[in-house]
């Protein structure tokens, strides 16, 4: 399984970014997908979740305006970013837990190689 993730890029504060990633390979059952960040110094941090049941979960600092999204059909997550702060500035992976083959009990983590967004202020 593979995670190809893109949409990032240089943008001016309060301006807008979409992210997308797409996962390619055997893949049974998907069980969430998720946006992490990690900004130069500072740990990698979850930024969204969104599971098979479309249940989704931000970090305080996001609320209201990020939104996390998925089309099942291409197994694909997208995050949504507006309204966005120098703060937001970070390498944002993308991260899914599956299933590859219905033989398998849990889920397994994979990850995409990241994509730079950047924020000026």
């Known amino acids: 399984v593979q995670l190809q993730a893109s949409g990032g890029g240089l943008v001016q504060a309060g301006g807008s970014l979409r992210l997308s990633c797409a996962a390619s390979?055997?893949?049974?059952?998907?069980?969430?997908m998720n946006w992490y960040r990690q900004a130069p110094g500072k740990q990698r941090e979850l930024v969204a979740t969104?599971?098979?049941?479309?249940?989704?979960v931000y970090t305080d600092s996001v609320k209201g305006r990020f939104t996390i999204s998925r089309d099942s059909a291409k197994n694909t997550v997208y995050l949504q970013m507006s309204s966005l702060k120098p703060g937001d500035t970070a390498v944002y992976y993308c991260?899914?837990?599956?299933?590859?083959?219905?033989?398998?009990?849990?889920?397994?983590?994979?990850w995409g190689q990241g994509t730079q967004v950047t924020v000026s202020s």
């Open positions: 969104i599971t098979n049941s479309d249940s989704t």
């Open positions: 390979g055997r893949i049974f059952r998907l069980n969430a």
């Open positions: 991260n899914f837990n599956l299933r590859s083959s219905p033989f398998t009990q849990r889920g397994y983590d994979y």
